[in-house]
Nanobody, 121 residues
Framework: QVQLVESGGGLIQPGGSLKLSCTAS????????MSWYRQAPGNQRELVAH???????TYAPSMKGRFAISRDDDRNTLYLQMSNLKPEDTAIYYCTARIEQSDDSLPVVYWGQGTQVTVSL
């Protein structure tokens, strides 16, 4: 059973920085694209950024330049470095990973449970 566990969320003042982590555990033969999504109260879930297994990154326009996604495949961990945070960045942040559990199985997208980020004075 594959699990994704996010950490690093919390309360931060506007202009501050946070680094989120997401670690995958369980039976895995290969990690493909990993992503961060977020969902603010009353809003739809939106893509923040994703990173392929060869390191190519894509960002939502409003976050480009402030957020940086990275991964450490030796640790099966995804990161999101967030800088110059704004109140509108307040949301639950979720990580996803497309994972192949064995060489003879198809990749499946897994989701973490989310971590709350609150940007406020």
């Amino acid at each position: 059973q594959v699990q994704l566990v996010e950490s690093g969320g919390g309360l931060i003042q506007p202009g501050g920085s946070l680094k989120l982590s997401c670690t995958a555990s369980g039976a895995m033969s290969r990690l493909y694209t990993m992503s961060w999504y977020r969902q603010a109260p009353g809003n739809q879930r939106e893509l923040v950024a994703h990173i392929t297994n060869d390191g190519r990154t894509t960002y939502a326009p409003s976050m480009k330049g402030r957020f940086a996604i990275s991964r450490d495949d030796d640790r099966n961990t995804l990161y999101l470095q967030m800088s110059n945070l704004k109140p509108e960045d307040t949301a639950i942040y979720y990580c996803t990973a497309r994972i192949e559990q064995s060489d003879d199985s198809l990749p499946v997208v897994y989701w973490g449970q989310g971590t709350q980020v609150t940007v406020s004075l």
